[in-house]
């Protein structure tokens, strides 16, 4: 059976870290997959998971299995940091959540339900998008389509041919949104941008389900979530994929959530049912580790104000970064325009290269970046900025 399969390409973004890996070179620039680095170019790990990891270690006295939902204090602390701690929805019975392998995994169960209750649904995603969304909302049989997002001449949202799309659309249509920090471009809407959107969302009764992967990497915790917590109160309905990966550098622990806002109590208690049973058929239940080390930063202040404090030196971090980058690639490639890096925001932005400079860059510069010339901007050091600027320089030609 098996002799038949083909072999398949590898991911666009997990292929680069492999080929990143096998490079010898020491001046290689690691571009590709978005974590984030410190300036001697690690992934840490936060002071506050270490300390909330001891915690939970101490008081574990089992390790038998917990539920299809997950950890109940983890999805009750993922309501208040998601939809804000004074928020009356973070506490309303038309909200259920469930702990998730990750962002993916909350996607995936999101994509599973949507198709459980309409099969016949289209998800309209924003072009570009992540790569993987292709693949983790389609898989389950869910059809796609794009909707236009991105203005490449000024690096910004191209809102107004994106609003006429949606306005396009037919009613209970699915539109996946970036709540912030935009993968792959790095452009988001604004406050005012947002407002407009909710109201046409309501307007054409659209379904906003919101990928928030980034909360506090863009603008701090509250301003990530600011258009995701306005499309929630003001629409019937609303689905919700929270990643921790980035935001407590768990990356490798698998631990996110899905918040999903029902038009009543008794439609989130019967969706809830329905996510535990699409659960169980998928992977039985969620790991536990990573959920039970959010739970206790988030429900303990001490360490919650400690994660907090980390959190935002990592945004301050990305933002001189983008600042270092900007300048850099000003002064080394004077005849194209890098500005759009500091108005962006979050760990991605687009370098507008075609695809033979993105190679020349990768060949004979050992810069690695995924083919659509999408950087990771906190895999740059203020240490490499140089080196990587004038790699830019002579891959163009300048
Ligand atoms: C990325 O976009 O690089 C990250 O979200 C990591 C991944 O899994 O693709």
């Known amino acids: 059976m098996l002799e038949h399969l083909d072999r398949l390409a590898p991911d666009p973004i997990l292929g680069l870290m492999a080929a990143f890996r096998a490079d010898s070179d020491p001046r290689k620039v690691d571009l590709g997959v978005g974590v984030y680095r410190d300036e001697r170019g690690e992934t840490p790990v936060m002071q506050a998971v270490r300390d909330a990891e001891r915690a939970v270690l101490e008081r574990q006295t089992t390790k038998t299995y917990v539920a299809p939902a997950g950890n109940a204090g983890f999805n009750d602390a993922m ?24 962002g993916c995994g909350a996607l995936r169960l999101g994509a599973e339900l949507i198709r459980v209750a309409r099969p016949e649904a289209v998800v309209h995603v924003s072009n570009p998008t992540w790569a993987n969304h292709v693949p983790l909302l389609s898989g389950c049989g869910l059809k796609l389509e794009r909707y236009p997002y991105f203005d ?60 928030m992967a980034y909360q506090g990497l863009g603008r701090g915790l509250a301003e990530d979530a600011y258009g995701l917590r306005l499309l929630a109160a003001q629409l019937p309905e609303a689905l919700i994929a929270v990643s921790c990966s980035k935001n407590f550098g768990l990356y490798r622990e698998r631990v996110g959530c899905l918040l999903v806002v029902g038009q009543s109590g008794a439609a989130a208690e019967a969706t809830l049912t329905q996510l535990v049973r699409i659960a169980r058929g998928l992977y039985s239940m969620p790991p536990d580790h990573g959920a039970a080390i959010v739970a206790e930063i988030l429900g303990e202040e001490p360490l919650r104000a400690a994660w907090q404090r980390e959190l935002t030196a990592m945004r301050e971090r990305i933002l001189q970064l983008r600042t270092a980058a900007a300048e850099a690639l000003a002064a080394a490639c004077p005849r194209k325009d890098f500005s759009h890096i500091v108005r962006q925001r979050g760990m991605f932005s687009y370098l507008g290269l075609d695809k033979d400079t993105v190679r020349r860059l990768r060949e004979a510069h050992h810069v690695y970046m995924t083919d659509d010339s999408r950087i990771n901007i906190a895999g740059l050091r203020l240490g490499n900025i140089p080196y990587f600027a004038q790699a830019v320089a002579h891959a163009l030609g300048q």
């Open 79 to 102: 309501r208040r940091l998601t939809l804000g701690d004074d928020s009356p929805l973070a506490r309303s019975e038309r909200v259920c959540a469930v702990q998730a392998p990750g």
């Open 152 to 211: 490449a001449a000024c690096g910004g949202v191209a809102f107004e041919a994106m609003l006429s799309a949606l306005e396009a659309l037919p009613p209970r249509s699915v539109v996946l949104l970036h709540a912030s920090c935009h993968n792959p471009t790095g452009a988001d809407l604004e406050e005012a941008q947002w407002r407009e959107l909710g109201a046409l969302l309501e307007r054409r009764a659209l379904l906003p389900f919101i990928d």
